[in-house]
């Protein structure tokens, strides 16, 4: 199985804790950043130990970690563009995650 990018980790924390999603500008590049609100509003976020040398990087997943705590909000202007763009990304993103998900249950 391939590691998780930042979407499947807050969805795979949605499912299992429930709570919320939310959005930003990524550090290292135009495109969104999900990241996972709990209940008690402790935001969770996968990030790489280094930044990606491409945005679709992120999209196939990488070996990261989980950074938890407030500091996180800090997050700059996305452009119109990225945000289309991400939304679409978004759309995909979650509908194969969806996929899998379901994949694994069948052949479990």
């Not at 609100?37 to 990030?47: A, F, K, M, P, T």
Request: hydrophobic share 45%.
């Amino acid at each position: 199985m391939s590691p998780p990018n930042c979407l499947a980790h807050a969805l795979d924390k949605i499912v299992v804790e429930g709570g919320y999603l939310a959005a930003r500008r990524s550090e290292y590049w135009g495109s969104m950043h999900v990241m996972h609100v709990s209940h008690d509003g402790q935001i969770c976020s996968y990030i790489p130990p280094v930044p990606l040398e491409h945005p679709l990087k992120a999209l196939c997943g990488f070996d990261g970690y989980t950074v938890a705590g407030d500091a996180l909000w800090r997050a700059r202007a996305m452009s119109p563009g990225w945000m289309v763009a991400s939304a679409w990304l978004f759309a995909l993103g979650v509908t194969g995650w969806a996929v899998r998900r379901a994949a694994r249950k069948f052949l479990a």
